[in-house]
């Protein structure tokens, strides 16, 4: 008896679902310790006993792949996208702070769509007095200087020779706010347009999801597939949720843009086998890519990733005087749209290359903070760059528990884009002539964190949307290739890892919503704990 026992418990103990179970079950009672006078923990912690069991390593769910698309997976797959949408953008406009009611300094695209209509690109608030005291300041843009000399000004924007200007990226005024006010001849709530980006991008992350397995790995589980496109896209754009106007307008413009502009360069170079579509491909995308630079240009750095995309299209093909032409007219895009947006900077600031940056009236003098190589900004990059990553996060025993840290506290399953350092992985990827680009991501997220340190004096959460988006697709891909050749119990080990992290992030995602939500309303939390029976 005691020996049929002890092999009973053997056999539990090296079923390869054990330890990780064990593992989530110990910090799910730890994150619900706060809930146990509450009679609904067990609730709680029979839906996680549920999920665990559902989703363990030997699931029999884990055989559906993303091979077939049809039927009920592909409803299944339309339902999860249309409730990632509606469950990010309607928190957009619960807050007065951003939702139009008290609009403050955040109306500066509905004011900017006004200025295009009366022919001029400066924003005209009509203060004659403001405007003396700004140019009698020795430096306007020094913070300290404006509280000494009690300055009235606009916060947040750019002032250069005796006017405001817009400091945030244009190309959202020409995409959707001048074609509302010119539609319906009323401005566009600012908020309202970040809620179609966020609404475009997430069904740009699926699509892309969907591509790269099909050419890439199509025998990836369809319930990874569907869990990684909701918390991914949910990891993404999170913080767009609580603070959706201005900022987070000219951020989710540049995501989206850069999300399809990288859908139509994959699917030009991987998927399309006719040259005129490829191209035709490669000029949608350099059209998409190039607008990315008119929102936020640190997000636009992401075009870098045409280059290992284009080097590889060259060596399948013969290059010929034709072929050269054809890739000029693909990148025509870059040179009409980057034209237009240097004459708009040199009308505003008399300097093509000067986005705004160094004119805006914040709370540092951005004037200091220019891309540079000396040594004190590279030990600076270096420090904030680790801190961007590694740096803890706070957890508290009050709800909602969780406090902002680095990228890979934030998100643990981006840890799962290690698996890139798996030499096996990576010859994965180099048979499938798909490692260059995959890389590149990984050096383009360093260079955009690099760039945003040396432009600010801090890092804010919200720069960090510059970067989620495009580490949850590297992720997607090192995932994808990792389980491709893997055994069939590595295989299985790591679905169950992806399923339980991509709760977590869906999980972590709300938790920083509420924290950061707060700020702006101190009676969420109360009105959340009770909804939660907590």
């Known amino acids: 008896m005691n020996i049929r026992i002890f092999k009973n418990t053997n056999l539990c103990v090296n079923n390869m679902w054990f330890y990780p179970a064990c593992l989530f079950m110990m910090v799910i009672l730890f994150v619900l310790s706060p809930f146990t006078e509450s009679g609904?923990?067990?609730?709680?912690?029979?839906?996680?006993?549920?999920?665990?069991?559902?989703?363990?390593?030997?699931?029999?769910?884990?055989?559906?792949?993303?091979?077939?698309?049809?039927?009920?997976?592909l409803i299944l797959t339309v339902l999860a996208a249309v409730v990632t949408v509606i469950a990010c953008i309607w928190p957009m406009d619960r807050l007065p702070t951003w939702n139009g009611v008290d609009p403050g300094h955040r109306t500066q695209y509905e004011l900017m769509a006004e200025a295009i209509l009366q022919g001029h690109v400066y924003i005209d608030y009509g203060d004659e007095e403001e405007m003396e005291q700004l140019e009698q300041m020795e430096n306007p843009y020094d913070p300290q200087e404006r509280i000494d000399n009690n300055i009235v000004y606009r916060w947040d924007h750019a002032y250069y020779d005796g006017h405001y200007y817009m400091y945030f990226g244009v190309v959202p005024v020409f995409l959707i706010f001048l074609p509302y006010r010119?539609?319906?001849?009323?401005?566009?709530?600012?908020?309202?347009?970040?809620?179609?980006?966020?609404?475009?991008?997430?069904?740009?992350?699926?699509?892309?999801?969907?591509?790269?397995?099909?050419?890439?790995?199509?025998?990836?589980?369809?319930?990874?597939?569907?869990?990684?496109?909701?918390?991914?896209?949910?990891?993404?754009?999170?913080?767009?949720?609580?603070?959706?106007?201005?900022?987070?307008?000219?951020?989710?413009?540049?995501?989206?843009?850069?999300?399809?502009?990288?859908?139509?360069?994959?699917?030009?170079?991987?998927a399309e086998t006719r040259e005129n579509r490829q191209i035709a491909y490669a000029f949608i995308g350099a059209f998409l890519g190039a607008l990315a630079f008119g929102c936020r240009p640190p997000i636009a750095l992401a075009n870098i990733l045409v280059l290992p995309m284009l080097i590889f299209f060259l060596r399948q093909r013969k290059i010929t005087l034709k072929l050269v032409g054809k890739l000029i007219l693909a990148a025509f895009p870059y040179i009409i749209i980057?034209?237009?947006?240097?004459?708009?900077?040199?009308?505003?600031?008399?300097?093509?290359?000067?986005?705004?940056?160094?004119?805006?009236?914040?709370?540092?003098?951005?004037?200091?903070?220019?891309?540079?190589?000396?040594?004190?900004?590279?030990?600076?990059?270096?420090?904030?760059?680790?801190?961007?990553?590694?740096?803890?996060?706070?957890?508290?025993?009050?709800?909602?528990?969780?406090?902002?840290?680095?990228v890979f506290f934030n998100f643990p399953v981006l840890l799962l884009c290690f698996g890139i350092l798996k030499s096996r992985v990576r010859t994965t990827m180099r048979q499938n002539k798909i490692l260059s680009l995959v890389i590149g991501f990984f050096v383009t997220v360093l260079i955009i964190v690099s760039v945003d340190i040396m432009w600010s004096p801090y890092l804010l959460e919200r720069y960090r949307m510059d970067i989620y988006f495009l580490l949850g697709i590297a992720c997607f891909g090192v995932i994808g290739f990792w389980q491709k050749d893997s055994t069939v119990k590595t295989k299985s080990i790591l679905n169950f890892t992806t399923i339980i992290f991509s709760i977590i992030t869906l999980c972590s995602s709300v938790a920083f919503h509420i924290s950061t939500a707060t700020l702006y309303d101190a009676n969420l939390v109360n009105a959340v704990k009770e909804l939660l029976h907590i």
């Open 338 to 406: 980057g034209a237009a947006l240097m004459a708009y900077n040199y009308v505003r600031f008399d300097d093509p290359f000067e986005f705004g940056q160094a004119y805006q009236l914040t709370a540092a003098d951005q004037t200091q903070y220019k891309i540079s190589l000396d040594l004190e900004t590279i030990n600076r990059v270096a420090r904030d760059g680790i801190r961007n990553f590694f740096d803890w996060g706070y957890i508290s025993s009050e709800f909602p528990y969780l406090q902002c840290g680095g």
């Open 40 to 73: 609904f923990i067990w609730i709680y912690l029979g839906i996680f006993a549920m999920i665990l069991w559902t989703f363990r390593p030997s699931s029999q769910l884990y055989k559906e792949t993303i091979e077939n698309l049809t039927g009920w997976k």
């Open 182 to 270: 010119i539609i319906t001849g009323m401005p566009l709530t600012t908020y309202h347009a970040t809620q179609v980006f966020v609404a475009v991008f997430i069904i740009g992350i699926f699509v892309l999801f969907r591509l790269l397995a099909k050419l890439f790995f199509k025998n990836l589980s369809f319930w990874v597939y569907l869990a990684l496109s909701v918390s991914f896209s949910v990891m993404s754009v999170w913080y767009s949720t609580v603070e959706p106007a201005l900022y987070c307008t000219a951020i989710t413009c540049a995501m989206v843009l850069e999300i399809w502009s990288l859908y139509f360069y994959i699917r030009a170079v991987w």
